[in-house]
């Protein structure tokens, strides 16, 4: 069946940076969108990052531009996001999501950001 365990998450202080992973299997990777995805307490799920299936195109929300990245590598079946400048902010649980052709989305249980001093 379709998994998406994602890891990296944890504390960390302002300014600093963490390395999301999300590994998948049970699909064609190579062939299904990747998104990350952020709830915060008492707020609405909100996309964070977006990358095509080769990873020639990627997009990201505003509050995210210029210090997150989006990449993958297919031969590992395997999204990551790298969080650079790092604000309390930015804490929240992040979700991996696999979009495939067929138009199903699959999710992960997420991972834990907390940024505090």
């Known amino acids: 069946q379709v998994q998406l365990v994602e890891s990296g998450g944890g504390l960390v202080q302002p300014g600093g940076s963490l390395r999301l992973s999300c590994a998948a299997s049970?699909?064609?990777?190579?062939?299904?969108?990747m998104s990350w995805y952020r709830q915060a307490p008492g707020k609405k799920r909100e996309l964070v990052a977006h990358?095509?299936?080769?990873?020639?195109?990627?997009n990201y929300a505003d509050f995210v531009k210029g210090r997150f990245i989006i990449s993958r590598d297919n031969a590992k079946n395997t999204v990551y996001l790298r969080m650079n400048s790092l604000k309390p902010e930015d804490t929240a649980v992040y979700y991996c999501?696999?979009?495939?052709?067929?138009?199903?989305?699959?999710w992960g249980q997420g991972t834990q950001v907390t940024v505090s001093s």
């Open positions: 049970g699909f064609t990777f190579s062939s299904a969108t």
């Open positions: 999501r696999a979009l495939r052709p067929s138009g199903l989305p699959s």
């Open positions: 990358i095509t299936t080769t990873g020639s195109s990627t």
